[in-house]
Nanobody, 115 residues
Framework: QVQLVESGGGLVQPGGSLRLSCAAS????????RGWYRQVPGKQRELVAT???????EYGDSVKGRFTISENNANDTVSLQMNSLTPEDAAVYYC?????????WGQGTQVTVSS
C-alpha cells in the first residue's frame, strides 16, 4: 500500500504561480510512475504531467511550457510547479503513483484561479 498526501493548492490570480507537492509513504520502493492529474466537475480526469523511472516526462498539451514536474526520491515526493495560471487551470489536482500492479491516488487539492 502507498499513501499519498498532497499540499500546496489554493487561490491564485490569473498569471500567478502555485507549487503542488505530494508525499508518498508506505510501500514506495515499487513506484514506477509519479504524476498529477486534474478534474473539473462534469469532465473526465485529465493528465497534467507524469514522470516515469525518474526521467521520462510527459505533459498534457494544455500545460506544456507552463508547468514543470519534478521528483525527489530521497523523500518520496513529486512536485508540480505551475506558472502563468489561467482560469482554465482551475480544478482539483490529484497526485498519482503507479507500481507494476497498482495505481494510487491522493485525496486531491483544489486550485482556484480567479481575480
Amino acid at each position: 500500500q502507498v499513501q499519498l498526501v498532497e499540499s500546496g493548492g489554493g487561490l491564485v490570480q490569473p498569471g500567478g504561480s502555485l507549487r503542488l507537492s505530494c508525499a508518498a509513504s508506505g510501500s514506495t520502493i515499487g513506484i514506477l510512475i509519479r504524476g498529477w492529474y486534474r478534474q473539473v466537475p462534469g469532465k473526465q480526469r485529465e493528465l497534467v504531467a507524469t514522470i516515469t523511472n525518474g526521467y521520462n516526462i510527459e505533459y498534457g498539451d494544455s500545460v506544456k511550457g507552463r508547468f514543470t514536474i519534478s521528483e525527489n526520491n530521497a523523500n518520496d515526493t513529486v512536485s508540480l510547479q505551475m506558472n502563468s495560471l489561467t482560469p482554465e487551470d482551475a480544478a482539483v489536482y490529484y497526485c498519482n503513483v503507479q507500481t507494476r500492479l497498482w495505481s494510487y491516488w491522493g485525496q486531491g487539492t483544489q486550485v482556484t484561479v480567479s481575480s
